[in-house]
């Protein structure tokens, strides 16, 4: 079987005997030698075309969204802003793909409104409360430039709860689904306790500090009353903060119930009753009737494939270090 494939560029050495066998033999070389670098080209052209469509393809899954509002040409629109999941860092409701989604929203002069549809059990109160002040910031300026206000309305979906509520409580309106579940206007501080458990086993506890409660929350030693009346004393301060910014955002509209602020959460239809919820509809609903602006332009920030996997890398090496040097979670708005 005649394999040209493999004999491909293969030459037959000169003959030694003839007199001008160098110059055939430097010669046949210098043409391999640039039968190679040929091929070497050819290898690096199309190396360097893969990485050019590679960027290309990753340009474009990063900017397509803005792109997609770019090239949108008409009426105004109503501006769409999912807060969808745990409101934490590094998560899809995270502060920083809100607000860079709400200022987009704000600086698009077609924006004639916007809905934040929301989704959530709620999270960091840090998260929720830098959400809360930035909504509030960006009204004032647009009022500020443009001399009239940027309606803002907040929809929940399954779930409007805790941190979720005090994003929604910033907006001029909420609206509900009937089913949907509102309110959990409540912190939480999660830990749990194994002091017992070692000493039914037996176990020594070594803890070392300096500062005699800075392991307050180690699950290993017990929680003494003095510390636990201060971990309250925080817990109670952080829940006034929620409390005034729902004071500040519902007005009068809140009854003067006290299970209101307790962290019970309701439906949408009694949320309504409570004065948690102003009234029952979609966000096509809010858009069309309300807003004015049927035609929805989706401004949320969402992950593409890259960064969800460098992201979802970095919060699990954040996590596991976490778990290596605490026990315990920060105060949650859930």
Known sequence: MNWKFWRRGSTDQPDPTDPNWERALIGRMATEYLRERRRRR???TLFKALVLIYLFAVLVS???EDLARQVKVGDKHTALIEVNGLIAPETQASADRVISALRAAFKDERTKGIVLRINSPGGSAVQAGYVYDEIGRLK?????EHGEEMPVYAVAVDVCASGGYYIAAAADEIYANAASLVGSIGVRL???GFSQLLEDLGIERRLLTAGENKGILDPFSPLREPQ???LQSVLDELHQQFITAVKEGRGDRLTDDPEVFSGLFWSGARSVD???VDGLGSSSYVARELIGA???????????????FTDQLGTAMVATLGRLTTTTSGAQLR
Do not use: N, P, Q
């Open 294 to 308: 049927e035609s929805i332009v989706d401004f949320t920030r969402k992950w593409d494939w890259l960064e969800r």
């Open 62 to 64: 990063l900017y397509s």
């Open 274 to 276: 409570l004065g948690l």
């Open 140 to 144: 004032a300026e647009y009022e500020e």
């Open 190 to 192: 999660d830990s749990f």
């Open 228 to 230: 636990e009346a201060f």
């Open 42 to 44: 050819r290898w690096s």
